[in-house]
């Protein structure tokens, strides 16, 4: 993982809109700079834009006006061998999970060391030092189709950290956990950013951040807003 100056921007989002087909506008005219090593919480309720945020950081989705830049590149105009190599910086954690069904814990937690040709003993090691740290270890080889949604939650969590990214995107990451094991999960993501992770945390759990002197960014409609007072934030305002 690169070090970087720590007031550099890992992400800047510049007046970025996102509507959805026939006229649903997730997101209107969002700015929002985030800086290599910070661990940011956006929160909102359902619908306020979160999972759009996120998607339009990862690449997923574009913007329908304004710019998506990560990592200094912008979203709009990287193409070919770029994208995947950008993607391989970034851990996502989704919110639906993702995972391969027919495919093991391990297996499913292996395929994003993989990817970047990581050695087959470095990959199995993490694979067990992740499932230890996240209290999975006796679900090694179990399928992942067969687990309970907050042993699915977790194997996503690890399979999102497995590669020590640049940048790591948690959407809803402890919804289906109890507070026990939503502890081990905020742990890892402290753990990975210590070590100059960048992570952004999309959540409505507020157990999470209400403590944490991290930065709380919300969102409400679409827009991002001052968490005490939901005043709009525009370029022209912003703290």
């Known amino acids: 993982m690169d070090t970087q100056p720590a007031n550099k921007s890992i992400v800047e989002?510049?007046?970025a809109t996102k509507i959805y087909p026939p006229d649903v506008v997730a997101l209107e005219d969002i700015s929002l700079s985030?800086?290599?090593g910070e661990m940011v919480f956006l929160t909102g309720m359902s619908g306020a834009g979160k999972?759009?945020?996120?998607?339009l950081i990862c690449g997923i989705e574009h913007p329908d006006k304004g710019m998506v830049e990560v990592?200094?590149?912008d979203l709009n105009?990287?193409?070919g061998a770029e994208i995947p190599r950008l993607r391989q910086q970034i851990g996502m954690a989704y919110q639906d999970f993702k995972l391969l069904p027919d495919r093991t814990v391990a297996q499913?937690?292996?395929m994003a060391m993989e990817v970047s040709y990581q050695?087959?003993?470095?990959?199995k090691k993490r694979v067990i030092e992740l499932l230890q740290k996240l209290r999975l270890e006796h679900k090694h080889n179990?399928?992942?189709g067969n687990l309970s949604r907050g042993e699915q939650q977790r194997v996503t969590i690890a399979r999102a950290v497995a590669n020590s990214p640049t940048l790591i995107l948690a959407d809803e990451p402890t919804g289906n956990l109890d507070s026990k094991t939503t502890k081990l999960v905020m742990e890892l993501f402290e753990q990975c950013n210590i070590s100059g992770t960048t992570i952004i945390i999309a959540t409505h759990d507020e157990s999470i951040y209400r403590k944490s002197e991290n930065r709380v960014l919300e969102l409400h409609s679409g827009q991002m807003v001052q968490p005490t007072d939901r005043t709009i934030l525009t370029p022209e305002n912003m703290p």
């Not at 999972?51 to 998607?55: A, F, Q």
Request: aromatic share 8%.
């Open 142 to 144: 179990a399928f992942a």
């Open 51 to 55: 999972t759009t945020l996120l998607k």
């Open 71 to 73: 990592t200094g590149k």
């Open 108 to 110: 499913n937690i292996a």
């Open 13 to 15: 989002i510049v007046r």
């Open 77 to 79: 105009r990287i193409k």
């Open 34 to 36: 985030i800086t290599y």
């Open 119 to 123: 050695n087959i003993r470095t990959i």
